[in-house]
């Protein structure tokens, strides 16, 4: 299970995060960095800085920033994964609180899903925050729940860009996945990790999107599954509310 190293470089994964950010939701100001990394405005200002001076940021007319050359190759559309993280948050909040492990937010991006919004458990050994990171779709829990979502001329692509025997197996656990109505990643893209997703109903102009729950393996028993699919079912439904709300 990959959570945050001990040794971590503070300054290294604030400026990793923050390439993401630009990456994923847009142009943010200098005090909008501040507020989202927990850090002083001074601070902000160097990361950017050093950004792009790498060309993985770049300041606008506005002064704002927003992603560099480096970052654009494959960019998301940024308005609606700004539009999903602001709906999912407080629904993620409310199934922590409920099911006591993290809960996760992510959209389909090609092959991948990404994660655009964690909400940590408070238990001590836990899953970490995962926003900013890319997955395989076929092999985690909301990218197979998005992926059984999917008509053939959209999955096609997905399927065919994986090796024969992968792509067979994907397909027979699509199909368990349509007739449950949510997807488990066991162990599949981390050791010790457990996930339970399913997929967001299309909403203001969102698509592609999923929520998860994620445990140690070591606290997890298959008979949790049904409870966790519940509970990401309503607050899914709640997110696809609040995302025809504010689109």
């Not at 993401?20 to 160097?46: C, F, K, N, P, Y």
């Not at 729940?145 to 994907?170: K, S």
């Not at 393996?217 to 049904?226: I, L, N, T």
């Amino acid at each position: 299970m990959k959570n945050r190293p001990a040794y971590a470089i503070a300054s290294v994964d604030s400026a990793l995060l923050l390439a993401s950010l630009l990456q994923q939701e847009g142009a943010m100001r200098v005090t909008d960095v501040a507020a989202r990394l927990g850090v002083s405005v001074s601070t902000a200002h160097r990361l950017l800085g050093m950004l792009v001076y790498r060309d993985f940021a770049e300041q606008l007319p506005d002064r704002s920033y927003t992603a560099g050359p480096v970052l654009r190759r494959g960019r998301q559309q940024q308005a609606p994964v700004t539009r999903l993280r602001d709906a999912a948050l407080p629904h993620l909040r409310t199934l922590v609180d409920a099911m006591g492990e993290t809960a996760n937010a992510m959209v389909l991006a090609g092959g991948d899903v990404r994660f655009v919004a964690t909400v940590e458990c408070d238990q001590v050994l836990r899953v970490g925050d995962r926003t900013g990171r890319a997955l395989p779709a076929h092999l985690s829990s909301g990218g197979k729940a998005v992926l059984a979502t999917l008509d053939a001329e959209r999955l096609t692509p997905v399927v065919e860009a994986l090796a024969a025997d992968t792509a067979a197996r994907l397909e027979r656990e699509l199909r368990v996945i349509r007739r449950r109505g949510y997807a488990v990643n066991d162990q599949a893209t981390e050791p010790g990790l457990i996930a339970v997703g399913v997929a967001v109903p299309p909403a203001g102009g969102v698509s592609g999107a999923a929520l998860s729950l994620a445990a140690p393996s070591a606290r997890y028993s298959r008979d949790r599954s049904p409870a966790w699919a519940s509970a990401l079912a309503e607050a899914a439904d709640a997110v696809a509310r609040d995302l025809d709300t504010i689109g």
